[in-house]
């Protein structure tokens, strides 16, 4: 019954942005199947075929930004934000390192332990991952990422700090909102949805940066000590 409520809870935090995220996969949808239509009664089939690969790729980034979340099983577990981290780190070093940045983790060890949902979380820091990637695009050496984590009073801070191109106050002010994006192929679920997750985990996610020079995100849960 425990597991049901937990359920019901986590799957209610994320079903305001899951209607959002449904009706925006519509769009694409109906831009296959109207193409589709219109091959057919013209036998025209490669005219359309660019535009109806570009919308299924444009449905699939959308489903990664969002969907992987609900088809996992829904459970949090007591355990050290250390250990969630560094389960995490290899998988982030290795796209990192295809993408020629440089992973640096700083995770202090705790006794104190978080309930968190495993998927739901890597769900947030691959999307934060994903982004700062995303943030270096002209900038070809330097690249840094750093994860950090500390124990402060009966939280744990977990900062994501990159050195990408940052955002202006522009972006800024407008960060959060769904479906906001400043990229041509950009869906603008991942921070709505990371802000989301942690928010229903009972944590804080805050974002700082500075255009130019770079961004960091803070995510505070709370601990039992
Ligand atoms: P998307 O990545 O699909 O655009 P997000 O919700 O993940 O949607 O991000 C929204 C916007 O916030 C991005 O389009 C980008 O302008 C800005 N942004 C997010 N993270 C970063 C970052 N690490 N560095 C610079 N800009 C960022
Ligand atoms: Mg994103």
């Given at each position: 019954?425990?597991?049901?409520?937990?359920?019901?809870?986590?799957?209610q935090?994320?079903?305001?942005?899951?209607?959002?995220?449904a009706?925006?996969?519509?769009?694409?949808?109906?831009?296959?199947?109207?193409?589709?239509?219109?091959?057919?009664?013209?036998?025209?089939?490669?005219?359309?075929?660019?535009?109806?690969?570009?919308?299924?790729?444009?449905?699939?980034?959308?489903?990664?930004?969002?969907?992987?979340?609900?088809?996992?099983?829904?459970?949090?577990?007591?355990?050290?934000?250390?250990?969630?981290?560094?389960?995490?780190?290899?998988?982030?070093?290795?796209?990192?390192?295809?993408?020629?940045?440089?992973?640096?983790?700083?995770?202090?060890?705790?006794?104190?332990?978080?309930?968190?949902?495993?998927?739901?979380?890597?769900?947030?820091?691959?999307?934060?991952?994903?982004?700062?990637?995303?943030?270096?695009?002209?900038?070809?050496?330097?690249?840094?990422?750093?994860?950090?984590?500390?124990?402060?009073?009966?939280?744990?801070?977990?900062?994501?700090?990159?050195?990408?191109?940052?955002?202006?106050?522009t972006?800024?002010s407008?960060?959060?909102?769904?479906?906001?994006?400043?990229?041509?192929?950009?869906?603008?679920?991942?921070?709505?949805?990371?802000?989301?997750?942690?928010?229903?985990?009972?944590?804080?996610?805050?974002?700082?940066?500075?255009?130019?020079?770079?961004?960091?995100?803070?995510?505070?849960?709370?601990?039992?000590?």
């Amino acid at each position: 019954f425990e597991e049901l409520v937990t359920f019901q809870h986590q799957m209610q935090a994320v079903s305001h942005i899951a209607a959002s995220v449904a009706h925006e996969l519509r769009n694409p949808l109906s831009v296959i199947k109207g193409f589709l239509q219109l091959s057919h009664l013209t036998s025209d089939f490669q005219k359309y075929y660019n535009t109806i690969i570009s919308e299924l790729n444009r449905m699939n980034v959308i489903i990664e930004d969002f969907l992987s979340v609900s088809r996992k099983k829904n459970d949090r577990k007591w355990q050290s934000p250390a250990q969630l981290l560094q389960s995490l780190a290899e998988l982030m070093r290795a796209e990192c390192s295809l993408h020629s940045v440089e992973f640096q983790l700083d995770i202090e060890e705790t006794f104190a332990i978080c309930h968190v949902n495993e998927s739901m979380f890597k769900q947030v820091m691959l999307n934060l991952l994903r982004n700062s990637i995303e943030a270096y695009e002209e900038q070809s050496t330097g690249r840094r990422l750093e994860i950090r984590s500390r124990e402060v009073g009966e939280q744990v801070v977990i900062e994501l700090i990159d050195n990408g191109k940052g955002m202006p106050d522009t972006v800024l002010s407008q960060l959060g909102k769904p479906f906001f994006t400043t990229k041509e192929k950009g869906t603008g679920v991942g921070i709505p949805l990371c802000k989301k997750i942690i928010e229903d985990h009972g944590g804080t996610f805050d974002i700082q940066s500075e255009a130019n020079v770079g961004t960091r995100i803070e995510m505070i849960l709370p601990l039992l000590v």
